[in-house]
């Protein structure tokens, strides 16, 4: 079971950038679809964005497109967002997750078996 591990959250204000990582337990990391989901109080749990296991293909939501960028670095066993021109309506816990699923599922933001704990995204206006 691969133990996922988010830092970099923090107080930023509206159009700023910030960089959150996702830190892997196992080798195994690199055998795994990666997403980058939020959750802002009240609302849904909210799919941002995927990267597949060699990281040859990606997928971003309309929310993030264009101003959140998915990367990993399977040596090091860590998935990172990049997040630019932060709004205040990205305020929200930011949880990445590895999925086993085939790109075609996972890559929708479906079927993600490990989960993060998640990590404080704060955008001032």
């Known amino acids: 079971q691969v133990r996922l591990v988010e830092s970099g959250g923090g107080l930023v204000q509206a159009g700023d950038s910030l960089t959150l990582s996702c830190a892997a337990s196992e080798d195994t990391f690199s055998t795994y679809t990666m997403g980058w989901f939020r959750q802002a109080p009240g609302k849904d749990r909210e799919f941002l964005t995927a990267?597949?296991?060699?990281?040859?293909?990606?997928y971003y939501a309309d929310s993030v497109e264009g101003r959140f960028t998915i990367s990993r670095d399977n040596a090091k066993n860590t998935l990172y967002l990049r997040m630019s021109t932060l709004r205040p309506e990205d305020t929200a816990v930011y949880s990445c997750?590895?999925?086993?699923?085939?790109?075609?599922?996972?890559?929708?933001?479906?079927?993600?078996?490990?989960w993060g704990q998640g990590t404080q995204v704060t955008v001032s206006s």
């Open positions: 990267i597949s296991w060699g990281g040859s293909h990606t």
């Open positions: 997750a590895a999925s086993s699923s085939s790109w075609l599922v996972a890559g929708l933001g479906y079927e993600y078996n490990y």
